[in-house]
């Protein structure tokens, strides 16, 4: 999934009703260096963005990890 430099990166993470939760968010290149984090806690959902004006043009990926559990992980590349 490309991203734009100028767009950008929405992120929305939801639990089911009533479960309240937390989650690690990082985007991390593909040489292992984290460029963001986000370390969010007791929410049910939420929407928020990303900076894409500060990474390099690349391969990404966006991990999250919720409640100490191994999370989603998305590639997705900014030009």
């Known amino acids: 999934n490309p991203v734009l430099s100028y767009e950008p990166l929405i992120v929305n993470l939801s639990y089911p009703e009533y479960v ?8 991390v ?5 984290v460029w963001e ?3 969010l806690q007791n929410f049910n959902r939420i929407q928020f963005q990303f900076d ?7 391969v990404y990926l966006l991990v999250v ?3 100490s559990k191994s999370g ?5 590349a900014k030009y």
């Open 52 to 58: 894409m004006t500060v990474l390099k043009t690349g």
């Open 72 to 76: 989603v992980v998305k590639k997705f």
């Open 20 to 27: 309240m939760g937390n989650a690690d968010i990082k985007i």
């Open 65 to 67: 990890q919720s409640n």
């Open 37 to 39: 984090q986000r370390l």
């Open 29 to 33: 290149d593909m040489y292992g260096k």
